[in-house]
Protein backbone atom coordinates (compact mmCIF):
# COMPACT_ATOMS: atom_id res chain seq x y z
CA UNK A 1 0.00 0.00 0.00
CA UNK A 2 1.40 3.47 -0.33
CA UNK A 3 2.43 6.08 2.05
CA UNK A 4 3.62 8.81 2.47
CA UNK A 5 6.65 10.29 5.55
CA UNK A 6 7.46 13.88 5.99
CA UNK A 7 10.69 14.26 8.22
CA UNK A 8 10.02 17.26 10.32
CA UNK A 9 6.69 18.30 11.57
CA UNK A 10 7.74 22.23 12.26
CA UNK A 11 10.68 23.53 10.14
CA UNK A 12 11.96 26.80 10.95
CA UNK A 13 13.93 29.19 8.57
CA UNK A 14 14.97 32.67 8.32
CA UNK A 15 13.42 35.02 5.92
CA UNK A 16 16.08 34.34 1.97
CA UNK A 17 17.31 31.14 3.29
CA UNK A 18 16.97 27.62 1.84
CA UNK A 19 13.96 25.93 2.21
CA UNK A 20 14.12 21.88 2.21
CA UNK A 21 11.27 19.90 3.20
CA UNK A 22 11.33 16.02 3.01
CA UNK A 23 8.79 13.66 1.75
CA UNK A 24 9.47 10.08 1.60
CA UNK A 25 7.02 7.77 -0.04
CA UNK A 26 6.52 3.80 -0.55
CA UNK A 27 4.27 2.89 -3.87
CA UNK A 28 4.04 -0.73 -5.40
CA UNK A 29 3.49 1.45 -8.78
CA UNK A 30 5.45 4.26 -10.64
CA UNK A 31 4.12 6.67 -7.75
CA UNK A 32 2.48 10.38 -8.82
CA UNK A 33 3.44 12.63 -6.17
CA UNK A 34 2.19 15.72 -5.40
CA UNK A 35 2.79 18.56 -2.86
CA UNK A 36 0.20 20.60 -1.25
CA UNK A 37 -0.08 24.01 0.73
CA UNK A 38 -2.62 24.78 3.53
CA UNK A 39 -2.26 28.59 4.52
CA UNK A 40 -4.24 29.40 7.66
CA UNK A 41 -8.15 28.57 7.35
CA UNK A 42 -8.04 27.82 3.85
CA UNK A 43 -7.95 24.62 1.74
CA UNK A 44 -5.01 23.08 -0.02
CA UNK A 45 -3.41 24.70 -2.33
CA UNK A 46 -1.77 22.61 -5.14
CA UNK A 47 1.73 23.59 -5.60
CA UNK A 48 3.33 20.68 -7.97
CA UNK A 49 3.20 17.74 -9.23
CA UNK A 50 5.05 14.80 -10.92
CA UNK A 51 3.39 12.34 -13.00
CA UNK A 52 6.06 11.05 -16.00
CA UNK A 53 8.76 13.21 -17.38
CA UNK A 54 11.33 15.20 -16.41
CA UNK A 55 12.22 14.41 -12.59
CA UNK A 56 12.38 17.66 -12.01
CA UNK A 57 9.19 19.79 -11.50
CA UNK A 58 8.72 23.56 -10.88
CA UNK A 59 5.41 24.88 -9.16
CA UNK A 60 4.19 28.24 -8.03
CA UNK A 61 5.90 30.31 -5.93
CA UNK A 62 9.72 29.48 -6.64
CA UNK A 63 9.30 26.05 -5.36
CA UNK A 64 10.61 23.24 -6.35
CA UNK A 65 10.97 19.55 -6.38
CA UNK A 66 12.97 16.12 -7.58
CA UNK A 67 11.76 12.72 -7.89
CA UNK A 68 14.25 10.37 -6.58
CA UNK A 69 13.23 6.92 -7.41
CA UNK A 70 16.16 5.35 -5.68
CA UNK A 71 15.72 7.15 -2.82
CA UNK A 72 12.10 7.04 -2.63
CA UNK A 73 12.15 10.65 -2.05
CA UNK A 74 10.37 13.93 -3.03
CA UNK A 75 11.62 16.59 -1.41
CA UNK A 76 10.13 20.82 -1.71
CA UNK A 77 13.27 23.43 -2.12
CA UNK A 78 12.71 26.79 -3.06
CA UNK A 79 16.27 28.70 -2.75
CA UNK A 80 14.97 31.73 -0.72
CA UNK A 81 12.21 31.96 1.78
CA UNK A 82 9.75 34.66 2.07
CA UNK A 83 7.84 35.55 5.09
CA UNK A 84 4.59 34.89 3.30
CA UNK A 85 5.69 31.11 2.86
CA UNK A 86 4.90 30.29 6.46
CA UNK A 87 2.54 27.51 6.23
CA UNK A 88 1.38 23.87 6.42
CA UNK A 89 3.13 21.67 3.59
CA UNK A 90 1.50 18.24 2.76
CA UNK A 91 3.27 15.78 0.54
CA UNK A 92 0.61 13.19 -1.10
CA UNK A 93 1.40 10.38 -3.39
CA UNK A 94 -1.41 8.73 -5.63
CA UNK A 95 -2.40 5.47 -5.23
CA UNK A 96 -4.37 4.88 -8.56
CA UNK A 97 -7.56 2.51 -9.63
CA UNK A 98 -8.84 3.03 -13.16
CA UNK A 99 -11.27 5.79 -12.16
CA UNK A 100 -9.75 6.83 -8.46
CA UNK A 101 -6.64 8.28 -7.92
CA UNK A 102 -7.02 8.98 -3.96
CA UNK A 103 -4.31 11.28 -2.58
CA UNK A 104 -2.57 9.52 0.58
CA UNK A 105 -1.06 12.53 2.76
CA UNK A 106 1.77 12.96 4.51
CA UNK A 107 1.15 14.22 8.19
CA UNK A 108 2.57 17.86 6.93
CA UNK A 109 5.10 20.12 7.88
CA UNK A 110 4.50 23.03 9.07
CA UNK A 111 6.87 26.28 8.13
CA UNK A 112 7.88 28.82 9.82
CA UNK A 113 10.11 31.83 8.83
CA UNK A 114 11.56 34.12 11.21
CA UNK A 115 12.09 37.43 9.83
CA UNK B 1 -9.58 31.64 -12.11
CA UNK B 2 -12.64 29.82 -11.05
CA UNK B 3 -12.48 27.96 -7.77
CA UNK B 4 -14.24 24.75 -6.11
CA UNK B 5 -16.68 26.23 -3.20
CA UNK B 6 -17.87 25.03 -0.25
CA UNK B 7 -20.63 25.85 2.13
CA UNK B 8 -21.45 26.11 5.08
CA UNK B 9 -17.92 26.83 6.19
CA UNK B 10 -18.71 26.22 9.80
CA UNK B 11 -21.36 23.16 10.58
CA UNK B 12 -22.36 22.91 14.04
CA UNK B 13 -24.87 20.17 14.80
CA UNK B 14 -25.62 17.75 17.58
CA UNK B 15 -25.27 14.06 17.79
CA UNK B 16 -27.44 11.43 15.85
CA UNK B 17 -28.57 14.88 13.41
CA UNK B 18 -27.82 14.79 9.88
CA UNK B 19 -25.69 17.16 8.05
CA UNK B 20 -25.19 17.61 3.73
CA UNK B 21 -22.57 19.16 3.09
CA UNK B 22 -21.88 20.69 -0.43
CA UNK B 23 -19.44 21.32 -2.72
CA UNK B 24 -19.46 23.35 -6.21
CA UNK B 25 -16.36 22.00 -8.25
CA UNK B 26 -15.19 24.10 -11.34
CA UNK B 27 -17.78 23.12 -14.07
CA UNK B 28 -15.28 21.36 -16.38
CA UNK B 29 -14.39 18.68 -13.55
CA UNK B 30 -15.03 14.65 -13.97
CA UNK B 31 -13.72 13.49 -10.68
CA UNK B 32 -15.13 14.15 -7.21
CA UNK B 33 -13.44 13.80 -4.15
CA UNK B 34 -14.29 14.23 -0.44
CA UNK B 35 -11.56 13.89 2.52
CA UNK B 36 -11.60 14.61 5.96
CA UNK B 37 -8.92 16.02 8.51
CA UNK B 38 -9.72 15.55 11.92
CA UNK B 39 -8.05 18.34 13.83
CA UNK B 40 -4.00 17.23 14.34
CA UNK B 41 -4.18 14.52 12.24
CA UNK B 42 -3.74 13.34 8.30
CA UNK B 43 -6.00 14.40 5.67
CA UNK B 44 -7.86 11.46 4.99
CA UNK B 45 -9.74 10.30 1.70
CA UNK B 46 -13.60 9.35 1.96
CA UNK B 47 -14.68 8.87 -1.16
CA UNK B 48 -14.35 9.08 -4.63
CA UNK B 49 -17.25 9.58 -7.62
CA UNK B 50 -16.66 9.65 -11.42
CA UNK B 51 -19.56 9.18 -14.03
CA UNK B 52 -22.59 9.75 -11.52
CA UNK B 53 -21.26 6.95 -8.99
CA UNK B 54 -18.51 6.10 -6.65
CA UNK B 55 -15.55 4.84 -7.85
CA UNK B 56 -13.89 4.12 -4.42
CA UNK B 57 -14.66 4.50 -0.67
CA UNK B 58 -12.43 3.76 2.42
CA UNK B 59 -13.38 1.91 5.45
CA UNK B 60 -14.17 5.54 7.08
CA UNK B 61 -17.60 5.84 4.64
CA UNK B 62 -19.69 3.64 5.96
CA UNK B 63 -23.30 3.30 6.25
CA UNK B 64 -23.82 7.05 7.37
CA UNK B 65 -22.39 8.50 4.66
CA UNK B 66 -23.62 9.01 1.25
CA UNK B 67 -22.57 11.33 -1.92
CA UNK B 68 -24.70 12.41 -4.81
CA UNK B 69 -24.39 14.99 -7.48
CA UNK B 70 -27.97 15.74 -8.44
CA UNK B 71 -28.27 18.67 -10.72
CA UNK B 72 -25.25 18.59 -11.88
CA UNK B 73 -23.06 21.39 -10.27
CA UNK B 74 -23.29 20.54 -6.90
CA UNK B 75 -21.81 17.48 -5.29
CA UNK B 76 -22.90 16.74 -1.56
CA UNK B 77 -21.95 14.30 1.42
CA UNK B 78 -24.38 13.63 3.92
CA UNK B 79 -23.75 12.25 6.76
CA UNK B 80 -27.25 10.40 8.42
CA UNK B 81 -26.51 10.60 11.83
CA UNK B 82 -23.71 12.24 13.03
CA UNK B 83 -21.21 11.24 15.91
CA UNK B 84 -19.16 13.30 18.17
CA UNK B 85 -16.01 11.74 16.39
CA UNK B 86 -17.59 12.76 12.60
CA UNK B 87 -16.18 16.51 13.84
CA UNK B 88 -13.30 17.41 11.37
CA UNK B 89 -12.55 20.03 8.44
CA UNK B 90 -14.06 18.26 5.15
CA UNK B 91 -12.33 18.98 2.06
CA UNK B 92 -14.20 18.66 -1.33
CA UNK B 93 -11.86 18.42 -4.34
CA UNK B 94 -12.15 17.86 -8.11
CA UNK B 95 -10.30 17.64 -11.30
CA UNK B 96 -10.72 17.20 -15.13
CA UNK B 97 -8.09 14.72 -15.18
CA UNK B 98 -8.61 12.12 -11.91
CA UNK B 99 -4.81 12.27 -10.31
CA UNK B 100 -5.11 16.52 -10.30
CA UNK B 101 -7.41 17.58 -7.42
CA UNK B 102 -8.15 20.88 -6.61
CA UNK B 103 -9.49 21.23 -3.77
CA UNK B 104 -11.72 23.72 -1.96
CA UNK B 105 -11.86 25.82 1.20
CA UNK B 106 -13.21 23.14 3.54
CA UNK B 107 -16.41 23.02 5.83
CA UNK B 108 -15.19 22.86 9.78
CA UNK B 109 -17.86 20.19 11.12
CA UNK B 110 -18.58 20.36 15.15
CA UNK B 111 -20.90 17.78 16.34
CA UNK B 112 -21.91 18.30 20.05
Known amino acids: AQSVTQLGSHVSVSEGALVLLRCNYS??????LFWYVQYPNQGLQLLLK??????LVKGINGFEAEFKKSETSFHLTKPSAHMSDAAEYFC?????????????FGSGTRLLVRP | EPEVTQTPSHQVTQMGQEVILRCVPI?????FYWYRQILGQKVEFLVS????????KSEIFDDQFSVERPDGSNFTLKIRSTKLEDSAMYFC??????????FGPGTRLTVT
Open chain 1, 92 to 104: AVSDRTDSSYKLI
Open chain 1, 27 to 32: SSVPPY
Open chain 1, 50 to 55: YTTGAT
Open chain 2, 27 to 31: SNHLY
Open chain 2, 49 to 56: FYNNEISE
Open chain 2, 93 to 102: AGGTVAYEQY
